[in-house]
């Protein structure tokens, strides 16, 4: 059979114009967060079918809680901030710079996920938890945890969609980290599995270890099969999944957290 | 544009590797061949399954070799694996995936998929969900017996019965694995279609099977997510203690389950928000091939080019507006119902434009009856045997009565189930001398087509029947029940038809497997199509057309064009007429 012959180069421009001058990464990229938000969209369609299905919900959150959520909001606008300059960047042939605006990135990504884990073990020990959840060590439920889970389905929700959530904040480190250093994030990343594997079992910080070994693989294979330096498109790609997950944020912030304040 | 290019797949050039060329190959026609393999092992498991059902539905005692005499229970687990199989690991996968990752590129003149690495991927993933899902018949209690739709509350709750422990949560997880490799499929496809068409494929130049991939991807990509979702939910109730979709107070084999305050509706809804696009993932890739080989076999131009295109289109579109009518029983508000029945019968008319261009496409034209075309033939009758009574389900005062019934369960066979797989035939028959460079063998062909047609009908008709009686469905051991009793020679006879049908699949495996080695060797373009795929060679090569790119000046359609000398003008004849032909298809000319 004539493979060799594949070796030489096609023509250029031997094809009708991309859709909308795009190239396919951005496609594929933008019909992901398409499927993806239908993903989100059928999560909170669970929500508010559960909410107002329900006529006592809870509304258990005080002024902790609300600090918190908005501080961790406060974070990813800042790093939707820092996401558009890498691409800037990356767009003047600037790699250093693109790589550093990565970094602040994944650095207030990470902040997220520490804030928002942390918050989930304070929520566990007060009481609002899933029955599966292992228990807190000293642990007592407070009135805010007898709250919560007065309804079983608010911390269902509640843990469904931040968790959810929380998984592609989490992945998105991870594919900005391979984009800022390519292969050689991979032995970063298997100290972080190793790190949050001996943070003690029934904290939140410990169950990162799946995901993070989990991408290791899937990047693993990936940069096996196709070895590449990342350029100024693949961040512009980057940046899009980065935004979107900022953005669903933007819609649990309010239904979840804001809608279910205690007010007194 | 350099990237544009760079995703042509050029830069790596062939593989040489046994693995890195046929295991984790990057080639789309090679993982297309892989997904059609995936799709024929789960094509007779999902027949041996069945097979069993039919065993017991009229001898309830029979002793079954390794498996002794089937439970009640245990019929319903043969029941939810048989649509499970079927549906997604075949349905989902042969026409789409199968084909569609062999053919698409080439007939849009593309050197492979836009992703190919993530094409491997998604068939590395779905090769895990298959199995995850095999595991399920192994583990302790088995598998699922929840029904291929996996309504809660039985779902949700482990004690519900046996098979609903670990096996339903392996059902899960292998759904949600699926999901995630069709998303990937989904998004690979879209992307090939709006980026890699070569130069002169305008859209409204594609073969309508690369319109049907096109549409079934965007279904697929918006449908299979909420799927994942709910998945995800479902798994948690199981599992995380959550009550999504488990009511409170409810009572299973004499224990209050602990859930509280959660909807069964809500499953339902999720479920048919993704479960009515999947009917049309699964028949939308028939649909192309069909017009397809119509078109060919009638050596004429396709009829109404354009309205086929929207009508594919306007079938995706409604298609997310029609799930409530598998839900007329739940309760649901009359007005919605009517609301939904109505957007129903609204899809019966793009349908109905298909059908009536299939056949103003065969009148009149030198219709040629080989293989391929007998198959496409026989898709267009099940469609429409299968879809005449679908309108008459979208009525909810009559669905009330036939809901749950053999009604529904010969509708669907006979419109997803049966149609979409003599799509399968048809596009295997018509493209298998492009795939293995030989033919299949006519005569068997021929007696498979008959014998396969005439068992189907004689299968799923009687259906209707049995339907209009009342006999319910997802039941066993209906031998005892005394006013079905009248209804017992007619499940005699669907069970010996079904013998006979399941024993001329294996003319077809037969042909399949002789035929690539030992079959007649085939030329670039047996049949005299016009598409790309037929300019190629026999096999095609790894970047499919050798490093050229080929240049596009036709529609897909064009034969017995007046004054031109052929009776078919290749899509890339530069000249207006087709006064080109390829040298070494002259001499079949004569016919
Ligand atoms: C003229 C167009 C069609 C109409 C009006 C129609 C109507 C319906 C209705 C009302 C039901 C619900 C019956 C019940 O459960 O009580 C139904 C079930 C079903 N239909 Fe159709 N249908 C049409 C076309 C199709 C097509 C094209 C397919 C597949 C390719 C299909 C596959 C199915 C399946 C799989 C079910 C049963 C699902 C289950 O309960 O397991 N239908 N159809
Ligand atoms: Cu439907």
Request: glycine share 8%; charged share 10%; aromatic share 16%.
């Amino acid at each position: 059979m004539a493979d060799a012959v594949v070796h030489h180069p096609s023509e250029a421009g031997a094809f009708e114009p991309p859709f909308l001058g795009a190239y396919s990464k951005k496609i594929g990229m933008w019909l992901f967060l398409l499927s993806d938000s239908l993903t989100f969209g059928a999560l909170l369609f669970a929500y508010s079918y559960g909410r107002i299905a329900t006529t006592n919900w809870p509304t258990p959150f005080g002024q902790h809680s609300i600090i918190n959520a908005s501080v961790m909001t406060a974070c990813l606008l800042s790093s939707s901030v820092t996401m558009v300059l890498a691409v800037l960047a990356a767009g003047r042939h600037d790699r250093p710079w693109a790589r550093n605006w990565l970094i602040a990135t994944m650095i207030f990504g990470t902040a997220f996920i520490v804030l928002h884990a942390w918050e989930w073990n304070g929520l566990r020990a007060e009481g609002m938890t899933l029955s599966i959840f292992p228990a807190i060590p000293h642990a007592e439920a407070t009135e805010m945890g007898k709250q919560a889970s007065a309804v079983p389905q608010f911390a269902g929700t509640f843990f469904a969609l931040t968790g959810m959530h929380m998984l592609h904040v989490t992945i998105g480190v991870i594919y900005l980290g391979v984009l800022a250093f390519g292969r050689k994030w991979l032995p970063v990343m298997a100290l972080a599995a190793i790190g949050t594997f001996f943070i003690p079992a029934w904290s939140t910080f410990h169950w990162l270890t799946y995901p993070i070994i989990g991408a290791i693989v899937v990047i693993g294979i990936i940069l096996w099969l196709k070895p590449k330096q990342y350029d100024a498109p693949d961040i512009e790609v980057g940046g899009l999944y980065w935004h979107f997950v900022d953005l669903v944020w933007m819609f649990i912030f309010p239904l979840v957290y804001l809608m279910s304040t205690r007010i007194t | 544009m350099a990237e544009h290019n760079e995703h042509a797949g050029h830069e790596h050039g062939a593989p040489t590797g046994f693995i890195r060329k046929y295991i984790f190959s990057l080639d789309h026609k090679v993982i297309g061949l892989q997904y059609y393999f995936l799709a024929l092992a789960s094509v007779f498991i999902g027949m041996l399954l069945s097979l069993l059902m039919r065993i017991h539905l009229i001898w309830p005692t029979a002793h079954i070799p390794l498996m002794g005499e089937i439970k009640p229970e245990m019929y319903l687990t043969l029941l939810t694996m048989h649509g499970t199989f079927m549906v997604f690991f075949v349905l989902t996968t042969a026409p789409q995936s199968g084909f569609g990752n062999y053919f698409l590129p080439i007939q849009i003149g593309a050197p492979d998929m836009a992703f190919p690495v993530l094409n491997m991927l998604s068939f590395w993933t779905t090769f895990v969900a298959f199995l995850v899902m095999i595991a399920a018949f192994f583990v302790e209690g088995g598998a699922p017996l929840h029904g291929w739709t996996g309504y809660a509350p039985l779902s949700a709750i482990p004690s519900a019965g046996p098979g609903e422990t670990l096996g339903a949560d392996l059902w899960i997880i292998s759904i949600a694995i699926f999901c995630i490799a069709s998303l990937m499929g989904a998004l690979n496809f879209i992307t090939t279609i709006l980026d890699l068409r070569c130069k002169g494929m305008s859209l409204m130049r594609m073969p309508l099977t690369c319109w049907a991939w096109f549409i079934t991807a965007i279904l697929g990509l918006l449908a299979f997510g909420v799927l994942l979702s709910a998945g995800i939910l479902l798994l948690a109730d199981r599992n995380l203690g959550t009550s999504f979709f488990v009511p409170g107070g409810l009572v299973v084999n004499g224990t209050q389950i602990q859930h509280k305050g959660g909807s069964p509706l809500l499953w339902q809804h999720l479920f048919w928000f993704f479960g009515h696009p999947e009917v049309y993932i699964a028949i939308l890739p028939g649909m192309g091939v069909a017009s397809q080989l119509l078109s060919t076999f009638s050596r004429k131009p396709i009829f109404g080019y354009k309205a086929m295109v929207y009508a594919i289109v306007g079938i995706g579109v409604l298609g997310f507006f029609v799930w409530g009518h598998h839900m007329f029983m739940s309760g649901m508000s009359p007005y919605s119902a009517f609301a939904f029945s109505l957007m129903t019968m609204a899809i019966g008319v793009p349908s109905a434009i298909k059908t009536f261009n299939w056949l103003g496409t065969i009148w009149r034209g030198r219709v040629q009856f080989d293989s391929p075309m007998l198959f496409a033939v026989g898709f267009v009758s099940l469609f429409v045997s299968g879809g005449l009574s679908g309108p008459f389900l979208a009525q909810p005062l009559l669905d009330i009565y036939l809901h749950d019934t053999f009604f529904v369960v010969a509708h669907f066979h006979l419109i997803m189930g049966v149609a979409a797989i003599f799509g399968i035939f048809a596009a295997t028959y018509y493209w298998f001398p492009k795939m293995f460079g030989r033919m299949m063998n006519e005569p068997m062909a021929q007696a498979h087509f008959w014998l396969t047609l005439i068992g189907t009908y004689a299968i799923f008709m009687p259906m209707h029947y049995e339907g209009m009686a009342a006999r319910p469905r997802r039941y066993s051991q209906l031998t005892e029940v005394a006013w079905l009793q009248h209804l017992m020679p007619v499940e005699k006879f669907v069970t010996y038809a079904a013998f006979i049908t399941i024993a001329a699949q294996f003319i077809f495996v037969f042909n399949l497997f002789w035929s690539m080695f030992k079959g007649q060797r085939a030329t670039d373009n047996p049949w005299h199509s016009t598409t790309l795929e037929w300019t190629t060679a026999t096999p095609p090569v790894h970047d499919n057309f050798g490093c050229k790119t080929p240049v596009v000046y036709h529609g897909p359609y064009e034969y017995s064009v007046p004054g031109a000398p052929n009776d078919y003008v290749m899509q890339t004849d530069p000249t207006p007429h087709g006064g080109h032909v390829p040298k070494e298809d002259k001499p079949l000319e004569a016919e």
